[in-house]
């Protein structure tokens, strides 16, 4: 059996790699999430949109922060989001 071991540096890369990869569709995730939630709620309230948008990010594998988040849920409530 062959053995393969990585020191830190080099996983790090990797890793960093990776991502760098898979950014672009994270982003394209993110996107849809809140264009959907814009066609389903512009104009309701931002505590609301907030909500919603909390919800559908953490379904789709997201950690959202309220201050990432408030600008788009507050843009979905004054029907401003600029698609």
Avoid: C, H, K, W
Wanted: hydrophobic content about 40%; cysteine-free; proline content about 5%.
């Amino acid at each position: 059996m062959v053995r393969f071991e990585f020191n830190d540096d080099v996983l790090a890369e990797i890793a960093e790699q990776a991502a760098g990869q898979l950014q672009p569709e994270v982003n394209a995730q993110a996107q849809n999430i809140v264009r959907r939630v814009n066609a389903e709620m512009a104009g309701e309230p931002v505590d609301d949109v907030m909500e919603t948008l909390r919800v559908r990010m953490r379904e789709a594998g997201f950690e959202p922060n309220d201050e990432g988040l408030r600008p788009y849920a507050q843009a979905i409530s004054d029907g401003t989001l600029m698609e």
